[in-house]
């Protein structure tokens, strides 16, 4: 029901910085929010950063606070993650993740991109 793109993710050096891209589409759907999860096999998916499409508010979470950037184009549904200041324990795959309604359905659902990998390594 939800198409996604995702982009930028890589390998990068501890204190560098990487841009993730993700651009969602879907029809007949209204796009509430959208963000970044991270997972580490065998650990739960975490939040990193999400962005009402709307109103733009912006919720992080603590260990990413102040280095990590998110911004949304909503014409096109897209978000983006500027990474900065970047250290290993930032290793995961990224995963795109959107909240929204489909048509007149009275909740909304969450749906999540194929995901991405982001290593931070001398």
């Known amino acids: 029901q939800v198409q996604f793109v995702e982009s930028g993710g890589g390998l990068v050096q501890p204190g560098g910085s990487l841009r993730l891209s993700c651009t969602a589409s879907a029809s007949d759907f209204t796009f509430v929010t959208m963000g970044w999860y991270r997972q580490v096999s065998g650990n739960q998916r975490e939040l990193v950063a999400t962005?009402?499409?709307?109103?733009?508010?912006?919720d992080y979470a603590d260990a990413v606070k102040g280095r990590f950037t998110i911004s949304r184009d909503n014409f096109r549904h897209r978000v983006y993650l500027q990474m900065n200041r970047m250290k290993p324990e930032d290793t995961a795959i990224y995963y795109c993740?959107?909240?929204?309604?489909?048509?007149?359905?009275?909740?909304?659902?969450?749906?999540w991109g194929q995901g991405t990998q982001v290593t931070v390594s001398p």
């Open positions: 993740y959107v909240q929204g309604r489909l048509g007149y359905a009275a909740f909304r659902d969450d749906y």
């Open positions: 962005i009402n499409m709307n109103t733009e508010a912006t």
